[in-house]
């Protein structure tokens, strides 16, 4: 279907044209027209996407695959892939998710970015990213999957820096690019490692849908004793953990909050970050040939879940708690997917996509309201005030806690039954992680929309510095968003509110039309059909727990921030101790990874840049005798090279022809000696 | 055109005679004519682009000249895929780096005759096909190079220029040394390079064992591998703009060219024992170590040299595999280096031209102050650190995957600099263009109309080759896997596993 | 053909062109108010020998004056060098300003009977013959190279040049003598069959390899191979820039062509197919072979440190001596006609740096490095190529002559698989480039202090200087009438 | 060697003092400072050589060859010792001495 490629292709028009002359045409035609093109360009692939998957629904559900064959790319020795484009159910779902939740941020961002002078650059960017993510989205092999793989990293760097006179903000954004660089390396080894394994077998090939075929050849291949599979899949999680910001590459993910609120609104909780899921389930059958691998995932998945939640418990900056919330569900996800769940993975990938996109929102819109302030500290009472906002983000945040009939119940529910069958534990932790989700969200909503307004409240010393400069602002008026906000934020919420409907368990009396849909992409992938009967009592049981779990964490969060009963003996004791500062402090792992990795790269850097320049550099000039290696010896550190080394060849060259000047005294007697010497050394030579 | 390889080679030279006898006082005219002189050269590389046969492997365009009989020396020249390609880099970036040397005012008629001559000398090394004739060529760059340093470089260039003539020079003697034990390795003695590549197998081990080491020593020099590479910092940093680009952009690829189309096919036996270790593991440390070292640099140039010497460590690394993914890379590396450097020196040039210096943390914040220039810088890094959709990553992988199936360390090893690139290369662009507007080059002037002819040329060969490789690809892929068959077939295969 | 004196005398006519010019030129001196004519004259006369070397070189080949001295090709190559030799040293001393009314008569004269003692030295076949022409050399030499009488240099230079000369040619008598002991004759090809069966006797082994040595020291000297080589330096330093020249390439020449002409057929014996084998016990080649690379070692790194021009030109001509001994000791055609190449070669870069070193020296009176600071940046641009065109020509870069030349050496060498000689023979010619970039970068990098004096190019020495680049320049791209000719020129008599 | 005896005197003998004579004038080269003692000791040297050659060809069996060569030695021995003195009067004449250690205004 030659359309697929213009659902890749249109953003990134957007973006050649925003990119190069955009500037211009925000001088001529104005701030509406980069907009107009910018969002125009990710509505009009969204509704190729659609056509697309309406196409898709029309064929019969084994046959349902739509293919793009753009070109010939690389076909080198047993290499021959092409950059082609495949439509398939899952990739289907992610396009959707991909377009639609990216153009209603297109149109967010026109009334977000109202003051940025730059907007052209903005819509530039996101239409880039969009290219990117599409690419690696419906890319039809690992090669062209990898390059919307970097691709949405250049974007996610470019937009996290987009304001980058601040070099926090810069910083951040080469943070976030090397931690996924991290992750590429190790995603690039695994793919050689399979493309070689496979050609081993004589099946060279990177196209997905063959490797679906031929994996299964893999069983019993071992590389270094370990099974090839294993390694591959273990190689490409670290990848994915690098994008999907897991235990141990999640770090950069809080950082990128720095960039504007769309773009982690878009990025950093709807698409790029789900980009690891996707991949994972993208290569189901490979990953079902590692059990080992598979239950690394699950732990990581479940560890990175709880572990964010502890620290999203006790972050001030609204945008944070939303960052820590998106790894720890992105956590969930990636339990789903340990358990072999794939299907109930990208399920919560979806419905998370709309109330994680639309919480951001909602804090984009307050942010932008009370003027960049991001400290929850300084907000309240904004229900009155903003009330679309807060309907939406209420909503959001019920479903994203996960009280039924909204999204988040169904999607989390039956990521908790799956791990429940799984291994018991593993529910359990994921309980508590949904009883700490539903608290710190409200804790959040109640601290942000109720109580009083305390713009421009002095804080503690945790504060973040901006208390000075926007202490003047709370005099302004804080109101509601501009339309342009606003109508995402409901179509969002309205998202949130009913995406969960498409995956009704059969339980629940609803036909699961979700993982039905997907089920043509993951029979192949040994995935554990239709609950066995005894089950549904388990089922029911476990819905209930949780439901039970999630409203318990919302009455806490209730009592503390709004009734402020329990403020006052208990917290305060906790808010003293270390666990308190461990989690505030996020545990210190960032200090932990300067302190070790990047310290130590430096420092060898640095130690090997001396080497060069002193020794290897020293040598040589002290081989060609330049007086500047003396020199440098004089100044060298290293007295052993020194006088070992350079020393000794200066010598050789320098030190010689001065003695034989030497040698040359002019006086004529002595010119005559080493005549004579000189025949008598031959004579000598000679008899000997 | 039966004469089409003299006219490629010589047409420049004849500028350079053009440009001398031109009056002193009128400067323009004088970087008109050597633009002009340049530009026959690229319309030859544009017919040779289309008209070269991209299914055989064999010469093509040969011209045979008997030119001293008494020394059996023939004036040979011929191209295959590999030369191919290197010539149509040689022939794209001579007119840019003129237009870049547009700037220059001391001795205006001295440095594009210079310029020109080098020009000459470089297509004539990538054409040549008689050892001796290659040989000729090979030192004939050196003048014109030393000069071009040394007397419209920087503040240190006398001693760049005399330490880059030096090393270079060590090289070619022993170089010297292996042509003419080659030649009278033959009977009848030659330097016909097609004859020594066929009486390959008639090569005692011994000899071939010495002959390939003094050769590589010749090449590694030019490339530069490691130890051999401590002249090419200070050879860029001192060096005028557009020199740095011809140094990087082809220079060093005669270094790994020399490697291909010498030690290679006619050495293949040596080839097969030293690979590993001379070209595989040393190209890998290349690689790792350029990466660490340019991160400690405190200027662009030598930041980006550096850089260089960890890319040229892929070409290495790739040839080593012998495999149709590895060397396909690695001469694919070859060219993409030379545009994507190219970019960079280029880049670099820009804001030495209006800051005078190159100092990292002498600057930030640029991005606001030229947007233009800071979109191309943007671009040309990330095509550096091998991002997709530029031409580098495509060469990178092929390389990376090569070696994974020649040795899993190595690629693994390799591999592992992509993160370190990506460090350095982000740290420069945010300490330089990033950050809030360091007031004291708040006024600077964004790139001109002659900057941005330069670059844009580049940009779209980095983004097209990123996109479809294959338009160079195809030119030496034959060509390389014969070559890959004729080193692979030159021992056993039972002797090759052991040299994993 | 074996002529005796009489006959001999048809085909002795350049000699005695030569004899008669250099006696003419006296007497115009003496008896003519034509001093400022007189190098001219002395020009015209050379050129006139040049002349009849070419009409006689058609003559049937032979020994003559009873084989004292032999008419062959190799004799003829040397001649016309030092034809060619005398010529531009004439040349640049009626343009040089040191001479300026320095007695041109006896100048002039001297020089040229020097050259008929060259002549000699490159033809003659017998042992008096050789020491004549050695001596006759020599003498001459100790009075040009002293001939600027007021300037102190000059006197000391000739008075050790002359000490030197001495007890090395006494030395060389000495060994003389011994041969003549031994073999009881003169004559090269007598000797050269008698030593094989002296050599034979067990006892001999010594004396002979005495005898060798000691008739070295005389050779060696004028060549100035090491560890015979201290005077040269000094020498040339005192002498008049033209002199040094003459020095530098015309004795050294004569004294490599009496080297070949003596070792190979008195000491060696061929063996066909164009190689030659040493005679027995007498290890020759391998001493020879170590002097050569100790000499283009020593050469090279001396020069290294110095500043004057003239005497770097000094230390760089010993390390040349170095290189051609390559050809020398691989006794083969291949190394032979490489050294008659090289030769050619050496007399166009080195009389090209010479004159445009005497072309400084006219107007800025200086012989060092600093004489040549900023040279191309104060008028003088085409001096500097050229001068560029010789440095890198000597130092045996492409595409200019030496190169060529080296190119040849080398392959004699590397033919021959002696590759330790190869190898240093490398690294001294990497050496070699450090010092001639020294004069190049002053030229070129170095910019004029207030003060450097404008560098004008006069139109004798300019024609000089354009005609050695030409030829430096020529012969590097095509070379093929050269090697031909020295091809040609690698039959000798006298075996 | 080369047949001596006690009775008769042989080649041996004359090999034997011009031995001798050539180290003498070695060693007054070596030795002398002053430039016309240096000259002599050169005359030694070379007149050593001449009597090799007249001895070797009175004892040897072919004709006058040596004899001949020693008529020329001593010849340009003595044009070399005229040129020497010329130059060495020159240099007193500037310097009011001929003291080699003292010419060493060219060296290095």
Redesign the interface.
């Known amino acids: 279907m030659q359309a697929l490629r213009w659902i890749v292709l249109l953003p990134l028009i957007g973006a050649a044209i925003n ?1 190069t002359l955009g ?1 211009r045409i925000q001088r001529s035609v104005g701030r509406a027209g980069v907009a107009v093109l910018g969002s125009g360009m990710a509505l009009a692939s969204f509704a190729i996407a659609v056509t697309g998957f309406l196409k898709l629904r029309a064929l019969e559900p084994e046959s349902r695959l739509l293919l793009d064959n753009v ?9 021959n892939v092409s ?1 082609a484009f495949q439509l398939d159910p899952l990739s289907a779902v992610m396009v959707l998710v991909v377009t639609g939740i990216g153009s209603l941020i297109h149109i967010y961002s026109f009334g977000y970015m109202d003051e940025d002078p730059a907007l052209w650059r903005f819509f530039g960017l996101l239409n880039l990213f969009l290219f990117a993510m599409l690419t690696l989205v419906l890319g039809d092999n690992i ?1 062209v999957m ?2 919307g ?3 949405v990293g ?1 974007c996610s ?2 937009l996290i ?1 987009f304001w ?4 926090a903000n ?2 951040a954004a ?1 943070k976030a ?2 931690f996924n ?2 992750g ?2 190790a995603f ?2 695994g793919t ?2 399979l ?2 394994s496979l ?1 081993g077998l004589g099946h060279a090939t990177l196209v997905f849908r063959e490797l679906d075929t031929v994996v299964g050849l893999l069983e019993g291949q071992a ?1 270094w004793g370990v099974p090839v599979a294993t390694l591959a899949t273990l190689l490409l999680f670290i990848g994915a953990t690098g994008k999907s910001a897991q235990i141990p590459l999640y770090v950069w993910l809080p950082d990128a909050m720095a960039g504007p609120t769309p773009v982690s609104a878009l990025i950093h909780a709807a698409t790029m970050v789900t980009a690891g899921v996707y991949m994972v389930s993208r290569l189901h059958c490979l990953f079902s040939l590692a059990p080992f691998t598979l239950n690394v995932i699950a732990v990581v998945g479940t560890t990175t879940a709880i572990f964010a939640a502890t620290i999203a418990v006790t972050q001030h900056d609204i945008k944070k708690v939303l960052a820590y919330s998106t790894v720890s569900q992105l956590g969930y996800m990636f339990v789903a997917l340990g358990c072999g769940a794939y299907a109930a993975g990208v399920f919560h990938l979806v419905t998370h996509a709309f109330f994680k996109a639309c919480l951001f929102l909602g804090a984009g819109s307050v942010i932008h309201a009370s003027h960049h302030e991001q400290d929850m500290r300084r907000m309240g009472g904004l229900r009155t005030k903003m009330p679309l906002t807060f309907w939406t983000f209420l909503v959001s945040t019920m479903a994203i806690a996960g009280l039924p009939p909204l999204a988040g119940f169904f999607s989390k529910d039956e990521i908790l039954l799956k791990a429940y069958q799984h291994d018991p534990l593993l529910w359990g932790v994921g309980l508590v992680t949904a009883g700490l989700t539903a608290f710190y969200m409200f804790r959040q909503v109640f601290l942000v929309f109720f109580g009083e307004s305390r713009a421009g409240a002095s804080l503690d010393p945790h504060a973040s510095a901006h208390a000075a400069d926007h202490h003047g602002h709370h005099v302004h008026e804080v109101h509601e968003s501009s339309a342009a906000m606003t109508l995402p934020l409901v179509l969002l919420a309205c998202g949130a509110l009913t995406a969960g409907w498409l995956g009704i368990p059969s339980a629940l009396g609803g036909n699961n039309l979700f993982t039905e849909w997907l089920s043509p992409v993951f029979a192949s992938g040994g995935e554990h059909h239709g609950v066995e009967h005894e089950g549904l009592e388990l089922e029911y049981a476990l819905m209930v727990v949780s439901v039970l779990v999630a409203l318990a964490g919302i009455t806490l969060a209730y009592l503390v921030y709004l009734r402020k009963s329990l403020n006052a003996d208990t917290f305060s004791r906790i808010a003293r101790g270390v666990p308190y500062r461990l989690s505030f402090n996020k545990y210190y792992v960032d200090e932990f990874y300067y302190g070790t990795v990047l310290a130590g ?2 420092a ?3 130690a ?3 080497f ?1 320049k002193v020794i ?2 020293g040598v ?1 000039n002290g081989a ?3 007086v ?1 290696a003396v020199s440098i010896l004089g100044g060298g550190i290293d007295k052993v090279v020194v006088d070992g080394l350079v020393n000794f060849t200066a010598r050789a ?2 030190g ?3 003695a ?2 030497l ?7 002595a ?9 008598t ?3 000598l ?3 000997w | 055109m039966e004469h089409f390889l003299t006219l490629m080679t010589f047409l420049p030279l004849l500028g350079a005679l053009v440009v001398l006898v031109l009056p002193r006082g009128n400067a323009n005219l004088v970087r008109w004519t050597a633009l002009v002189s340049t530009l026959p050269g690229l319309l030859l590389g544009v017919w040779l682009f289309q008209h070269f046969d991209r299914s055989v492997a064999t010469m093509q365009l040969v011209e045979r000249h008997a030119w001293i009989p008494a020394f059996n020396v023939q004036y040979l020249m011929g191209v295959d895929g590999l030369s191919v390609s290197m010539l149509l880099l040689t022939v794209l970036l001579s007119p840019l780096c003129i237009l870049a040397s547009w700037g220059i005012e001391k001795g205006v008629k001295g440095y594009f005759a210079l310029f020109l001559l080098l020009e000459t000398g470089m297509i004539g090394v990538f054409s040549a096909l008689d050892f001796f004739l290659f040989f000729i060529f090979w030192e004939l760059m050196l003048l014109p190079m030393y000069f071009l340093i040394g007397i419209w470089g920087g503040p240190r260039r006398e ?1 760049a220029a005399i ?1 880059f003539f ?2 270079t020079l060590i090289g070619s003697v022993l170089m010297l040394i292996a042509m003419l034990a080659l030649y009278f390795a033959n009977t009848p003695h030659t330097f016909d390079m097609m004859v020594l590549m066929e009486k390959a197998p008639t090569y005692s081990h011994g000899f071939q064992a010495w002959a390939w080491i003094a050769l590589f020593i010749g090449f590694a020099i030019k490339i530069p591998a ?2 051999f ?3 090419l910092p200070d050879a860029h940093v001192e060096a005028p703009t557009a020199i740095s680009v011809i140094l990087a952009g082809v220079l060093l690829k005669m270094g790994t060219y020399g490697i291909l189309r010498v030690c290679f096919p006619v050495f293949p036996l040596a080839t097969q024992e030293y690979a590993f270790w001379a070209l595989g593991v040393l190209g890998c440390w290349n690689i790792v ?1 350029g990466a ?6 405190k200027d662009m140039k030598s930041l980006v040299a550096y850089s260089s010497i960890s890319h040229m460590g892929y070409v290495m690394l790739g040839m080593a595999t012998l ?3 590895g060397m ?2 690695a001469v694919l590396q070859m060219f993409n280096h030379g545009t994507v450097t190219a970019m960079l020196f280029l880049l670099v040039g820009v804001i030495y031209d209006r800051a005078h210096h190159r100092n990292i943390d002498g600057f930030g ?1 640029l ?2 102050v030229m ?1 233009i220039y800071t ?1 191309f810088v ?1 671009i040309a890094f ?1 095509a550096a650190l091998g ?3 530029f031409s580098a ?2 060469s990178e ?2 390389v ?3 070696t ?2 020649y040795s ?1 360390p190595l ?2 090893i390799a ?2 600099a ?3 690139t ?2 350095y290369m ?2 420069m662009l ?1 300490r330089v ?5 360091n007031e004291k080059y708040a006024g600077l002037p964004d790139m001109n109309w002659r900057e941005i002819v330069t670059l844009v040329p580049l940009t779209v060969i980095v983004i097209v080759l990123g ?4 338009a160079v ?1 195809d030119l030496f ?1 034959p060509t390389l896997v014969a070559l890959g068959d004729t080193v692979s077939s030159a021992v056993p295969a039972a002797a090759q596993a052991v040299l994993r | 053909m074996d002529l005796g004196n009489a006959a001999s005398l048809a085909y002795h006519v350049p000699e005695l062109v030569l004899a008669g010019g250099s006696i003419v030129v006296l007497l115009l001196d003496v008896f003519t108010g034509m001093k400022a004519r007189l190098g001219e004259v002395a020009l015209l006369i050379v050129a006139f020998a040049i002349f009849t070397i070419g009409y006689g070189a058609s003559a049937q080949q032979g020994y003559l004056f009873n084989r004292m001295v032999a008419l062959d090709s190799f004799a003829l190559f040397f001649k016309f060098l030092f034809g060619f030799t005398t010529l531009a040293t004439i040349w640049m001393s009626t343009g040089s300003r040191e001479l300026d009314g320095e007695h041109p008569g006896e100048y002039y004269s001297i020089l040229l009977a020097g050259t008929l003692g060259m002549f000699y030295m490159a033809s003659a076949t017998n042992l008096l013959m050789a020491y004549l022409a050695l001596e006759f050399v020599s003498l001459t030499s100790y009075i040009l190279s002293g001939f600027l009488r007021h300037r102190e240099r000059g006197a000391e230079a000739s ?2 040049y002359l ?2 000369g001495g ?2 040619s006494g ?1 060389m008598l000495y060994g003389f003598s011994l041969l003549y002991a031994l073999t009881g004759t003169l004559d090269y090809a007598e000797l050269g069959h008698k030593l094989a069966a002296v050599a034979a006797v067990p006892g001999n082994g ?1 004396i002979l ?2 005898a060798v ?2 008739t ?2 005389g050779i060696g ?1 004028k060549i100035a191979m ?3 080589h ?2 040269s ?2 020498v040339y330093e005192g002498s008049p820039l033209p002199i040094t020249a003459y020095l530098a390439v015309g004795s050294k020449a004569a004294g490599l062509a009496l080297l070949i002409r003596f070792f190979y057929p008195a000491l060696s014996s061929a063996v066909g197919d164009g190689t030659w084998t040493a005679l027995h016990g007498v ?1 020759w080649p391998t ?1 020879m072979s ?1 002097v050569a690379m100790v000499t283009m070692t ?1 050469g090279n ?2 020069a ?2 110095q500043q004057n021009v003239k005497r770097l030109l000094a230390y760089s001509s010993i390390a040349h001596a170095g290189y051609m001994l390559m050809g020398f000791v691989v006794l083969t055609d291949g190394g032979l006609r490489a050294i008659l190449f090289y030769s050619v070669v050496y007399y166009l870069m080195n009389l090209g740096a010479f004159a445009v070193l005497l072309l400084v020296v006219n107007q800025t009176g200086r012989e060092d490095i600093e004489a040549f600071r900023g040279l191309a940046w104060r008028g003088g641009a085409p001096v500097a190529i050229a001068m560029l065109i010789f440095l890198f020509s000597l130092a045996g870069l492409p595409p200019f002559a030496g190169f060529i030349g080296k190119a040849y050496l080398f392959a004699a060498v590397i033919e021959q698989k002696m590759w330790l000689l190869a190898l240093v023979a490398a690294l001294n010619s990497v ?1 070699g480039l ?1 010092y001639y970039v020294r004069i190049a970068r002053a030229m070129f990098l170095d910019q004029p202090v207030a003060g450097d004096p404008e560098i004008a190019v006069d139109t004798s020495n300019g024609v000089l200087i354009g005609m050695l680049v030409a030829g430096t320049l020529v012969f590097g791209l095509w070379w093929t009438p050269v090697i031909n000719f020295a091809d040609r020129s690698v039959v000798f008599f006298g075996n | 060697m080369l047949g001596m005896s006690m009775t008769t005197v042989g080649l041996a003998h004359y090999l034997f003092v011009s031995l001798v004579l050539l180290c003498l004038g ?1 060693f007054c ?5 002053n430039a016309i003692g ?1 000259l002599m000791g050169i005359e030694l040297i070379l007149n050593s050589a001449g009597i090799n050659f007249v001895a070797a060809s009175r004892f040897g069996s072919s004709g006058f060859d040596g004899q001949v060569f020693a008529v020329f030695i001593i010849m340009l021995a003595a044009a070399e010792s005229a040129i020497g003195l010329a130059v060495v009067l020159g240099i007193y004449r500037r310097m009011r001495a001929i003291d ?2 003292r ?6």
């Open positions: 990119l500037s070109l010939p790319w690389l076909h080198v020795g047993s290499l950059l090669l990898f390059v793989w970097e691709g250049l760097w470019a820096g980058y006179k601040d070099h810069t910083a080469n690019f090397l660089r991290i590429d390396f690039l080894c050689m490692l493309f070689w050609a590389l790269t430096l060898l850097s640095r090997l840049g001396w060069d290897i550099d040589v060609a005798a330049s500047r060259f320098n010689v022809g001065g034989l000047r040698a040359q005294t002019g006086n004529i007697n010119y005559v000696y080493v005549l004579l010497i000189g025949v050394a031959v004579l030579a000679g008899a | 001693y330490k030096l090393y490691f130890p590479h401590t002249w170590y660490l070292c340019a991160m400690a640099q495999t149709p993914e396909n890379g914040g991005a606001s947007p979109g943007t990330f991002l997709p959709g990553f495509i992988v092929l990376l995957l090569g994974w199936q899993k690629a693994i591999a592992s992509v993160v370190l990506a460090g982000l740290w945010q263009w990033l950050g809030p507007v996109v479809y490789p294959h690809l892929g | 008075l050790k000490i030197y007890v090395a030395a010594a390899f005495i040595t000691l070295l020291v000297y090491v560890p015979f201290q005077w330096p000094d290890a001493l170590v020593v790194l001396t290294l440190r050496v450090a | 070695l080269v070596l030795t002398r400072r240096v080699t250690s010419l060493t205004t060219l060296q290095g």
